[in-house]
């Protein structure tokens, strides 16, 4: 399948702090979508980006669809203990996700 | 509402045994989807089933791995001859919309 290359692997961030990660390809997608998963569940999507360029803002979530359609970010600012967590981005085309590795944020209190 | 269920939500398996993983979808939801998720990885897509439509079987890694869907509904994941690189954890999404698919818990699956 198409592979997504999600950085950083992991963080330990300080509350309070603004975060970022991010996700490229070498593929377009014509959706980019950012999911948060915790232990023993599935994946919660967070913000789904559909035109190449956008900004996107979910509280203190904010993405954006990169202007080739090959990458995104995620930011989250302000970070708190409930924010921990493994972040995924995922690209869409059709109907099938390709999902990144994965960003697991922890946060010290 | 009622979310996306999966059962058993844990599964130990001997090598060689046959596994059945069932995933009960979103009612209404008529595309349903199964991930595997290896540990430390992100989803790798394994089957689609969109309505009355033929699956997409592309991500089944082998031939020992099939997936059902009856009545529009219920969905059941088989795998045959359980290998322990088979050992994951198998998650089922469904959707109205492609790009919004709401996932259930998962199954962990260990092959001993």
């Known amino acids: 399948g198409q592979q997504l290359n999600q950085s950083p692997q992991s963080m330990f961030i300080q509350e309070g702090e603004d975060v970022s990660m991010n996700c490229t390809s070498s593929s377009i997608f014509n959706t980019w979508l950012w999911y948060k998963q915790e232990p023993g569940e599935g994946p919660v999507l967070l913000i789904a980006?559909?035109?190449?360029?956008e900004l996107t803002s979910n509280g203190r979530l904010t993405a954006q669809f990169g202007i080739t359609r090959k990458d995104s970010f995620l930011n989250i600012s302000a970070s708190i203990p409930s924010d921990v967590g493994i972040y995924f981005c995922a690209g869409l085309n059709d109907y099938k996700l390709s999902f990144g590795a994965g960003t697991t944020v922890t946060v010290r209190a | 509402g009622a979310g996306v269920s999966q059962s058993p939500s844990n599964k130990v398996t001997e090598k060689g045994k046959d596994v059945e993983l069932r995933c009960d979808p979103i009612?209404?939801?008529?595309?349903l989807y199964w991930y595997r998720q290896s540990l430390g990885q992100g989803l790798e897509f394994l089957i689609y089933?969109?309505?009355?439509?033929?699956?997409?079987k592309s991500g089944l890694p082998s031939d020992r791995f099939s997936a059902e869907r009856t009545g529009g509904s219920v969905s059941t994941l088989t795998i045959q001859r359980t290998q322990q690189e088979d050992s994951a954890v198998y998650l089922c999404?469904?959707?109205?919309?492609?790009?919004?698919?709401?996932f259930g818990p998962g199954t962990r699956l260990t092959v001993t």
């Open positions: 009612s209404g939801h008529t595309a």
């Open positions: 999404a469904s959707s109205l919309v492609f790009y919004e698919q709401y």
């Open positions: 980006l559909y035109k190449a360029g």
């Open positions: 089933f969109q309505g009355n439509s033929a699956p997409d």
